[in-house]
């Protein structure tokens, strides 16, 4: 993706932002010259399809001198078809959403794909999507530990423009590994990536946010999404020919596999009642809103409201408004390597449950006090007991046999019940 330049038009949009949404934080630029950047922040590391060790860094801008104890973040995943882009392409939108009073992070993750093909591709995401869980964890770790950067962990948001769009919402919404291990040469393969965790930095936090900001992207597949997920918020032009506002393959100068595009994804969570809001750019192709105007200026705007609304929790009127998508495609079926007994990577309570399926051992963490795990097996025998009285627990297979557990979490008067597997 080209990298985003700024003139008058940010101009036009502090005055109808402003307009808009009120004056305020979050609504308006009330940080406009006031903002800190931290350059360069080491997140983690990790092994590059070449099997060299990459250093992952991000770029965090946040309101100066801020006195806000706990305050939102806004994760930001570049585009560039996973082979190039750099996280400086697209500060001009973070530097927008810190100077309305986030905390922001632009992060660079690993690109190169080898083979240059459906699987060497798909590959590639999954490298993105896994520094992007460790850049979310940071944060975590950061909040329970040093706070340098006062994040509101209930309040994190991701996203990013094209593979960045498409890094976001698979670390939001793929929950289970067999779903995707026919796209990455099998489960050996999704192992040896690192399954959908991997091991780019900071294990044992959580991956959990509030909401996704997809411009321009797709999903695998289209059902990935689920009623109860997070939020998302999609803008995407009718005419993209690199990543299709439909169903159609991805196509970064070579057609590779296929993709659900945002009108594909906006068809089915109508039909689920999942909370998206859509936009679509008609007659308009591959992230238009790259060298700024008009288009830039409709990102800025939704995307501001999206936020408000989730951030602040109150009724907020989005303008533009959300518009239809045009066109209707079939909502296929289609099959996947995954057992009938197959769960998936749980969140719920403040709880985070991964990975499941597992192979050794199953981590738990929690937002606040967890006071006692307790594992049974199908016929309600109790396997493990443990008292916690901390935020993190893990459950170690050691010699029990493959198969289906029952996780019982105690938190204060909040009792958890989970099915977890053992592979």
Not at 394 to 420: M, P, Q, S, W
Request: glycine share 10%; proline share 4%.
């Amino acid at each position: 993706m080209k990298q985003i330049y700024i003139t008058l038009a940010g101009i036009t949009l502090a005055a109808t932002s402003q307009a808009q949404y009120g004056i305020g934080r979050y609504a308006s630029k009330v940080f406009a010259n006031n903002i800190d950047s931290s350059i360069n922040v080491v997140y983690g590391s990790a092994k590059s399809y070449t099997g060299t060790t990459v250093s992952l860094k991000m770029d965090v801008m946040q309101p100066h001198a801020d006195s806000i104890a706990k305050r939102p973040l806004v994760i930001w995943v570049h585009g560039g078809s996973f082979i190039s882009g750099s996280k400086t392409d697209e500060a001009p939108i973070t530097r927008d959403f810190a100077q309305k009073g986030y905390v922001t992070a632009n992060i660079n993750y690993r690109l190169g794909v080898s083979p240059f093909d459906s699987i060497g591709a798909f590959k590639a995401a999954v490298r993105a999507t896994q520094d992007l869980k460790a850049a979310i964890r940071f944060f975590y770790k950061d909040a329970r530990t040093t706070n340098v950067y006062k994040i509101d962990t209930n309040k994190i948001f991701i996203g990013g423009s094209s593979a960045g769009a498409i890094t976001s919402m698979h670390v939001a919404y793929l929950k289970q590994a067999c779903k995707i291990e026919a796209f990455v040469g099998g489960s050996s393969a999704l192992t040896a990536l690192g399954g959908l965790e991997g091991i780019s930095g900071n294990p044992g936090y959580p991956t959990r946010v509030a909401g996704v900001l997809n411009m321009c992207g797709a999903l695998l597949r289209y059902d990935f999404i689920k009623q109860s997920d997070v939020p998302l918020c999609s803008m995407h032009g009718t005419n993209d020919g690199t990543v299709a506002y439909g169903r159609a393959p991805v196509n970064p100068g070579i057609k590779l596999l296929y993709l659900d595009g945002s009108r594909l994804l906006k068809q089915h969570t109508d039909v689920i009642n999942h909370d998206h809001d859509f936009y679509t750019w008609y007659g308009a192709g591959h992230v238009p809103y790259s060298n700024g105007g008009a288009y830039l200026d409709t990102l800025l705007k939704f995307t501001t409201g999206f936020l408000l609304k989730h951030v602040t929790g109150n009724a907020v009127t989005i303008v533009p408004a959300p518009n239809s998508y045009v066109g209707l495609q079939q909502l296929y079926t289609y099959t996947t390597n995954c057992p009938s007994t197959s769960v998936e990577n749980i969140t719920e309570n403040n709880v985070s449950i991964y990975p499941n399926p597992a192979t050794n051992l199953v981590t738990i963490t929690s937002e606040t006090l967890i006071n006692e795990v307790v594992l049974y097996n199908i016929t309600g025998s109790v396997i493990i007991s443990e008292k916690i009285n901390g935020i993190k627990a893990i459950i170690n297979r050691n010699e029990l046999a493959a198969g289906t557990y029952i996780l019982k979490i105690v938190k204060g008067n909040d009792v958890i019940t989970k099915k977890i597997i053992f592979n």
